[in-house]
Nanobody, 119 residues
Framework: QVQLVESGGRLVQAGDSLRLSCAASGPTFSTYAMGWFRQAPGKEREFVAQIQWRDGSTTYADSVKGRFTISRDTAKSAVYLQLNSLNTEDTAVYYC????????????WGQGTQVTVSS
């Protein structure tokens, strides 16, 4: 069974930077992509960024483009999210997700890590 464990979330000030990590364990050899999503209080979960596992190509939500960077370490089965120029609207629980096997959707999810940005 694939497991995803996020870490790195904490309370920061507006303008600060933060790096989130996600470690995958289990049968991850057929990973297609990994991504980050977030859910703010009272809002639906939204896409943040994703990275294709084979070639490293990336996609970002417009709201984070130019501020967040997703990267991967295939040897460690890990994905990272560098968050720069944080603002209060970035406050949310951040979830790591993976598309593994033939699934057309993200089929594995982590438990989430809280990022709180104070003004």
């Amino acid at each position: 069974q694939v497991q995803l464990v996020e870490s790195g979330g904490r309370l920061v000030q507006a303008g600060d930077s933060l790096r989130l990590s996600c470690a995958a364990s289990g049968p991850t050899f057929s990973t297609y992509a990994m991504g980050w999503f977030r859910q703010a209080p009272g809002k639906e979960r939204e896409f943040v960024a994703q990275i294709q596992w084979r070639d490293g190509s990336t996609t970002y939500a417009d709201s984070v483009k130019g501020r967040f960077t997703i990267s991967r370490d295939t040897a460690k089965s890990a994905v990272y999210l560098q968050l720069n120029s944080l603002n209060t609207e970035d406050t949310a629980v951040y979830y790591c997700a993976a598309r593994i096997g033939r699934s057309i959707d993200y089929n594995y999810w982590g438990q989430g890590t809280q990022v709180t940005v104070s003004s």
